[in-house]
T-cell receptor
Framework: EDKVVQSPLSLVVHEGDTVTLNCSYE??????LLWYKQEKKAPTFLFML????IEKKSGRLSSILDKKELFSILNITATQTGDSAIYLC???????????FGKGTLLTVNP | NAGVTQTPKFQVLKTGQSMTLQCAQD?????MYWYRQDPGMGLRLIYY???????DKGEVPNGYNVSRLNKREFSLRLESAAPSQTSVYFC??????????????FGNGTRLTVT
């Protein structure tokens, strides 16, 4: 059975801090790993990673994948209160390419 | 530029009642999905449709049925609602699951309460 484990499950930081969110996975026929940000409503897409060691970056957010050790990290530098959200990691694999989601990390950024 | 549209936004049902959640996408995507999200459980796949005319069970299909009405629309039906089906339901679409560089695009969700 495919499995995606995120840690920590929740995190409280102060504005300006840097945070690292973790995602480890066990999935057959790995295709890609995706990060989403979920505020009040729909999850919104952040990054898709398919190759090891290549950093994806968007502003203060960056992510990298290690296919040998089966994990990914999402870094957020100089956090802002608007970064408060649930961050979801999902892995696509298996014979039918379905996405398996982790339980998410709830990030709270206090002013 | 609607993306994925779900209706209704909120619904309260009594145990045993039936209802259909509607989903439509205007991105010409081939694949559509229904997920449920419960506290501490993450997003779990109920059913998906890889292309028009096909549907398959996901991780938690019991108590649900789906219809892929056409390329745009994918509905989820609860025939006899149970309190365990209280959840937030998300519809999503993607270009094609075989193109594994296509992310899912989500609707805003339906919050369903079964009493």
């Amino acid at each position: 059975e495919d499995k995606v484990v995120q840690s920590p499950l929740s995190l409280v930081v102060h504005e300006g801090d840097t945070v690292t969110l973790n995602c480890s996975y066990e999935v057959t026929n790995f295709r890609s790993l995706l990060w989403y940000k979920q505020e009040k409503k729909a999850p919104t897409f952040l990054f898709m990673l398919t190759s090891s060691g290549i950093e994806k970056k968007s502003g203060r957010l960056s992510s990298i994948l290690d296919k040998k050790e089966l994990f990914s990290i999402l870094n957020i530098t100089a956090t802002q209160t608007g970064d408060s959200a649930i961050y979801l990691c999902a892995v696509r694999g298996g014979s039918n390419y379905k996405l398996t989601f982790g339980k998410g990390t709830l990030l709270t950024v206090n002013p | 530029n609607a993306g994925v549209t779900q209706t209704p936004k909120f619904q309260v049902l009594k145990t045993g009642q039936s209802m259909t959640l509607q989903c439509a996408q205007d991105m010409n995507h081939n694949s559509m999905y229904w997920y449920r999200q419960d506290p501490g459980m993450g997003l779990r796949l109920i059913y998906y449709s890889a292309s028009e005319g096909t549907t398959d069970k996901g991780e938690v299909p019991n108590g649900y049925n789906v219809s892929r009405l056409n390329k745009r629309e994918f509905s989820l039906r609860l025939e006899s609602a149970a309190p365990s089906q209280t959840s937030v339901y998300f519809c999503a679409s993607s270009e094609d699951p075989a193109f594994y560089n296509s992310p899912l695009h989500f609707g805003n969700g339906t919050r369903l309460t079964v009493t």
